[in-house]
């Protein structure tokens, strides 16, 4: 019988972190975002106090850079396309001895971005880190999915029934498929995810576990416009009977024009700290401190995410960690 992934809570060996590599993705803000994950990454490590940090570069290039912003972290040279390593590498299952990982098919979030190295790299980063891996034969991102480590999952249905991802699967497939290849058994669905966000309302951006039966989510503030998606996600998880905390949203964050799909909901818990993506909006230090009171056991820690938001994710979708 498959046993659920560990919350991403439990203790973690290490974190996979994927390091801005490509120019030609990035143009102006290859530099700074390579910055920004740079202090992440040792905000992860903490003084060597937390977990071990892998980066991932995609080129000799981005390889020597992570090396010089980040000493202390082990520089992994793996080609991919892009760096959201949360979506793209296997989920994996089990701790110690008993690791594996489950490798599902990646379509480039619906045909969206077709990149060289995103649909293999899950692959070779198990090889990589000496786990088994087997695979699975749909498309999943982990980005989608969030778990409790009890089989409890939420998703959107927004993303997991959206036709560019596994046609013909109906939401009973899904949740077969959910069960046989990670181990859930309870499923709760809401509805669309956040304005804008091109992985199709990606839970990560919407709703967090951070406890065992215990989910976060955002209250909308600042002309924010995703508050009806909110109020959706609320009923449906007070139906489900879990137990709701909320956190600020940052409002409506608007760059060159358009409004970004920007949300403290994607945070990474570490061993000794949570790390937040902060934007710039005056809901920043609240949020961290909401975050802080969610995990009295870790130190919460803002950090600005602006160059790694163009493009299109936070701290949470570049990361993946490695149970312990």
């Not at 905000?43 to 977990?51: I, Q």
């Not at 695979?135 to 409790?148: N, Q």
């Not at 009923?235 to 024009?257: M, N, Q």
Request: hydrophobic content about 40%; overall charge negative; charged content about 20%.
């Amino acid at each position: 019988m498959t046993r659920p992934p560990l919350p991403e809570w439990a203790p973690h060996e290490a974190v996979w972190i994927g390091f801005p590599s490509h120019g030609e993705l990035w143009e102006d803000d290859l530099a700074p975002a390579q910055e920004e994950v740079a202090a992440f990454a040792k905000a992860v490590n903490a003084g060597g106090k937390g977990e071990a940090v892998w980066l991932v570069a995609a080129n000799d290039e981005a390889a020597e850079r992570a090396r010089a912003l980040a000493p202390f972290a082990k520089v992994i040279t793996e080609l991919f396309g892009d760096i959201w390593l949360r979506d793209t590498p296997a989920i994996i299952l089990g701790s110690g001895k008993g690791r594996r990982g489950v490798d599902f098919r990646f379509n480039g979030w619906g045909g969206k971005y077709d990149l060289p190295g995103d649909d293999t790299i899950g692959v070779r980063l198990s090889v990589e880190a000496g786990l088994p891996c087997t695979s699975a034969d749909w498309v999943l991102e982990g980005g989608a999915i969030d778990g409790d480590g009890s089989g409890t999952l939420i998703t959107t249905e927004q993303c997991l029934l959206n036709p560019n991802r596994n046609p013909g699967m109906s939401r009973k497939d899904v949740e077969g498929a959910l069960s046989r290849d990670l181990g859930f058994e309870r499923f709760v669905w809401l509805g669309d995810g956040l304005l804008n966000d091109h992985t199709d309302g990606h839970v990560d951006n919407l709703a967090r576990f951070v406890a065992p039966g215990r989910v976060a989510i955002p209250t909308a503030a600042n002309g924010d416009p995703n508050a009806a998606v909110y109020k959706s996600a609320a009923r449906r998880l007070a139906d489900a009977r879990l137990d709701i905390v909320t956190l600020p949203s940052p409002g409506e964050i608007v760059r060159d024009g358009e409004i970004i799909p920007a949300s403290y909901m994607n945070f990474y818990i570490g061993n000794a700290v949570v790390v937040v993506p902060l934007y710039g909006s005056e809901n920043d230090e609240a949020a961290v401190h909401a975050v802080q009171a969610l995990f009295p056991d870790r130190k919460a820690v803002g950090l600005r995410a602006d160059h790694v938001l163009t493009g299109g994710g936070s701290f949470h979708c570049i990361s993946q960690q490695l149970p312990l």
